[in-house]
């Protein structure tokens, strides 16, 4: 099983509709999850970050947490041909030593029609 | 304006060479990283540093070197021994290396083997 796992897609979405983008984790110890967008060519740039069990909302993304069944997802509302990118996963993971790192699925490249 | 710089944008190499990736910080960040992205992949951990003079490998430092003599700088050299180098290369850095701290990252160095 991967540390984190991504549906590579690509999820195609129309625009102005919610795109929802999943991902699953295999360390039950991980307390930190994070959102990067990755435009072609370029580096990942924090979307969002979230910690606790629950919703996270800022502007148009939601974060979601679910620790009980390793389960974190993003949902974009109102799509826009701009969020056209390669949605990454990221968990903290404990390694070997006790050293905390973070590790990233391979990504969801979404697509937005409009 | 605050940031990281990573040099060059574009390497080319030949066989049997080795190069050294520039990775600069002004955001008086503790940690930095090394990655490495293929196609259709995540980010792969290669080396880390929570303060100068430090460093640990991560999951694929073989063929790999690092430095890490100011707090600022974070090179990486892409050895002979490194069987297949030709990939895209990101630097990132984060406040400390605790797990709530998300990374930012550069803007990459796309290396190419001939």
């Known amino acids: 099983q991967k540390e984190v796992e991504q549906n590579s897609g690509p999820l195609s979405v129309p625009e102005g509709a919610i795109a929802s983008l999943n991902c699953t984790y295999s360390d039950r110890g991980s307390q930190s999850f994070f959102w990067y967008r990755q435009y072609s060519g370029k580096s990942p740039e924090l979307i969002m970050f979230i910690y606790s069990n629950g919703d996270k909302e800022d502007g148009r993304f939601t974060a979601q947490l679910n620790k009980a069944s390793q389960y974190v997802s993003l949902l974009i509302r109102d799509s826009q041909p701009s969020d056209s990118a390669t949605y990454l996963c990221?968990?903290?993971?404990?390694?070997?030593?006790?050293?905390?790192?973070?590790?990233f699925g391979t990504g969801t490249r979404l697509t937005i029609i409009p | 304006d605050g940031g990281i710089t990573q040099s060059p944008k574009y390497l080319f190499r030949k066989e049997g060479q080795n190069v050294t990736l520039s990775c600069e910080q002004n955001l008086n960040h503790d940690a930095m990283y090394w990655y490495r992205q293929d196609p259709g992949q995540g980010l792969r951990l290669i080396y880390y540093s929570q303060i100068v003079n430090d460093f640990q490998k991560g999951d694929i430092a073989e063929g790999y070197s690092v430095s890490r003599e100011k707090k600022e700088s974070f090179p990486l050299t892409v050895t002979s021994a490194q069987k297949n180098p030709t990939a895209f290369y990101l630097c990132?850095?984060?406040?400390?290396?605790?797990?709530?701290?998300?990374?930012?990252f550069g803007p990459g160095t796309r290396l190419t083997v001939l």
């Open positions: 990221a968990v903290n993971r404990e390694d070997n030593f006790g050293n905390e790192k973070l590790t």
């Open positions: 990132a850095s984060s406040i400390s290396e605790d797990l709530y701290n998300e990374q930012f």
